[in-house]
């Protein structure tokens, strides 16, 4: 994996579904009474197992992380410990360039791809990362935000 496949796969992730209709309840969504012009934004659900890069500044270290454990070779998380070593310097990079100011950087995201779930992506002959939010961690505080591409 190359650092434009890795921007290529978060860009993913930011990819706006738009609509010209609002459905702020579902029955006004099965009358379709909507002529306002309003406009509903959605995101794609990318349907795979909760995974994470965690990036420590004051030490320089860079782990992986499923939703509440940190992962290693001995208990990965479908093979995202391994994907992770063998891509852990350009996640390295490219968290530095995200230039978020904090003592730890999360990029909180979906390793999905092949027969990771039974959705249409476990049909990918690979697996990817997606990532989706970028935690920003100063000592007890914590500010989520969408992860952006410039």
């Given at each position: 994996m190359n650092y434009v496949t890795l921007q290529y796969e978060i860009k993913m992730a930011t990819k706006y579904?738009?609509?010209?209709?609002?459905?702020?309840?579902?029955?006004?969504?099965?009358?379709?009474?909507?002529?306002?012009?309003?406009?509903?934004?959605?995101?794609?659900?990318?349907?795979?197992?909760?995974?994470?890069?965690?990036?420590?500044?004051?030490?320089?270290?860079l782990l992986c992380q499923s939703r509440n454990n940190f992962i290693d070779e001995i208990n990965d998380n479908l093979e995202f410990h391994k994907w992770f070593l063998m891509n852990k310097e350009k996640l390295r990079e490219f968290i530095v360039g995200l230039e978020y100011d904090g003592d730890v950087i999360v990029l909180y995201g979906?390793?999905?791809?092949?027969?990771?779930?039974?959705?249409?992506l476990a049909n990918l002959p690979c697996r990817m990362f997606v990532a989706f939010?970028?935690?920003?961690?100063?000592?007890?505080?914590?500010?989520?935000?969408?992860?952006?591409?410039?």
């Open positions: 579904v738009k609509t010209p209709y609002s459905f702020p309840s579902i029955n006004r969504y099965k009358n379709d009474n909507v002529s306002d012009g309003s406009v509903w934004i959605g995101r794609v659900k990318i349907d795979g197992s909760n995974a994470g890069v965690v990036y420590n500044k004051t030490d320089d270290t979906e390793w999905c791809g092949h027969r990771i779930n039974k959705t249409g939010k970028v935690g920003v961690y100063n000592g007890k505080n914590r500010i989520l935000y969408d992860l952006k591409i410039k």
